[in-house]
């Protein structure tokens, strides 16, 4: 099945923000390990700026264990995603979360 999803690359938690401050998002993956601030920074930020604090946000991890997965929802995440990524997956949470 082809699925029409279209997406915007940040490489830093900073280049993240700025996107989100430019246009309006119906998800976001985020990767725990971010350089300089990390993904666990990045979800408080957005989280507690009131036009995307509600975003559905995925954390995304190569460093997998329950207590991480226990932070990242802690923190405001609303899934959790291990590396590698299973595409299928991540369509069936994003579907999820969106609709």
Known sequence: AHHNIQADVAVTA???????EQQ????????????GMNGFDLIRRIRQHQRYANLPCIAYTAYHSSKVRYEAKESGFDAYLEKPLDRKLLITTLKELID
């Open 14 to 20: 900073e280049d993240a923000l700025q996107l989100l």
């Open 24 to 35: 309006d998002y119906n998800a976001a993956v985020i990767d725990l390990a971010l350089p």
